[in-house]
């Protein structure tokens, strides 16, 4: 009977300790499978950012070239490089803001990009101007692309970096 009570000890100590096992490697690749990739320089080429004083997309908050009035939009901008994604804001009161890409992660076959708008210069003059980044992506047509605005401006530190 003493035996049989440590043999069943024994199996519950190493079925507990077993499951906990499981569980921190099952956490670690949950953790390794889900954070994405971020990156800047693998497949992002070439990028320009500035400022139009005409709106620039209606609609939504970017283009890729893809879409058929992608040419005729980046024409207009008097941009000299080829780009395939363009990503405009809305309106801003005052000249002097910028429109910067935070980081662009890649999970798959998405590419999340990330920018914020920032005031760079005071100006006392009332102008409304539109951001925009033009950016080349190689192979854009493999990826479902999505872009967020950095809204999290109130934290002590860049969630972002």
Not at 66 to 87: M, Q, R
């Amino acid at each position: 009977m003493l035996i049989r009570a440590r043999i069943k000890t024994l199996f519950l100590y190493f079925i507990r300790n077993l499951f906990k096992f499981l569980n921190i490697i099952y956490f670690l690749l949950l953790i390794l499978l889900v954070i994405p990739k971020v990156y800047a320089n693998e497949n992002l080429n070439n990028f320009y950012c500035g400022v139009s004083n005409d709106k620039i997309l209606n609609e939504k908050s970017f283009i890729t070239k893809k879409e058929e009035n992608f040419d005729l939009i980046v024409n207009n901008l008097s941009v000299s490089k080829k780009f395939n994604l363009l990503i405009a804001s809305e309106y801003t009161p005052k000249p002097g803001y910028k429109m910067s890409i935070i980081k662009i992660k890649k999970k798959k076959e998405k590419i999340t990009i990330y920018y914020e708008i920032e005031k760079k210069e005071t100006s006392l003059i009332t102008v409304i101007t539109f951001p925009f980044c033009l950016l080349e992506i190689e192979q854009i047509e493999n990826y479902n692309i999505k872009v967020k605005k950095r809204i999290l401006k109130f934290l002590p530190f860049n969630i972002f970096n």
